[in-house]
């Protein structure tokens, strides 16, 4: 049984008339939470950006989530990314509205109509990341670890079956980063894939896992000892 929710084999992924990889293998399976690290323009972020299909493969196999992104047409784009959860450094939340008005609005731009289940399913993933009584804050009112909490949150609301996760601890603490990775390992152990792109190697020797490297156009696995 294929328990992959990452599958990729022989992928080029260009950009700007530039190969940023070649001939690119990786798999990680339901659940797995993996780190992945390089070089500033070793392609993390262009990584990324081809798994929710803001850079289409140039060629090979890229199934994500039971997708193939090689055929996605650009109208199925936004339905496939409700699969996923995309967690940003900089936390992107609009900053003109408070947190239950920003998770509502992207239950009710993915679908989502009833008052009541909007409600409850805020309510619990505000309860999942411990974040009960600030629904009513605007996101100014937060701290860096309040906020990168409430993205995470967002990024659950439609049970993704990946987090993707770009530098989530790049603005933060290390006691506020701490906290947000051993979040993001609880919620991998609830079944949810989780990729972090980070440079943060504190935290990847405090918190072991998976990791692997972007370098030379491809990816290699790498023991965080050698780090």
């Not at 070089?39 to 890229?62: R, V």
């Not at 039971?66 to 109208?75: E, G, H």
């Not at 972007?214 to 790498?222: H, M, P």
Request: contains cysteine; aromatic residues 6%; glycine residues 6%.
């Amino acid at each position: 049984m294929n328990t992959n929710v990452i599958e990729i084999q022989k992928v080029n992924i260009d950009q700007k008339h530039q190969r940023v990889f070649e001939n690119l293998n990786l798999n990680i399976s339901k659940g797995e939470f993996v780190y992945l690290i390089g070089d500033t323009g070793s392609g993390k972020s262009s990584l990324l950006k081809s798994l929710y299909a803001e850079i289409k493969i140039s060629s090979g196999k890229m199934i994500i989530a039971d997708t193939n992104l090689k055929s996605i047409k650009r109208k199925q784009i936004a339905k496939f990314r409700r699969k996923l959860g995309i967690v940003f450094q900089d936390f992107q939340l609009l900053t003109d509205r408070s947190i239950f008005e920003n998770l509502k609005f992207v239950l009710k731009a993915t679908g989502w109509r009833e008052k009541e289940k909007i409600n409850n399913r805020i309510s619990e993933v505000l309860e999942s990341v411990n974040l009960n009584n600030i629904k009513e804050k605007m996101p100014y009112e937060l701290s860096g670890g309040e906020q990168q909490r409430a993205a995470i949150a967002r990024a659950l609301l439609n049970n993704p079956q990946i987090i993707l996760a770009d530098e989530p601890t790049g603005n933060l603490d290390p006691e506020k980063s701490d906290k947000i990775i051993k979040l993001l390992k609880e919620i991998s152990l609830n079944g949810t894939t989780v990729l972090i792109a980070t440079h943060d190697y504190p935290i990847i020797k405090k918190h072991k896992a998976r990791t692997i490297k972007c370098i030379n156009k491809g990816i290699v696995e790498i023991d965080t000892s050698t780090i």
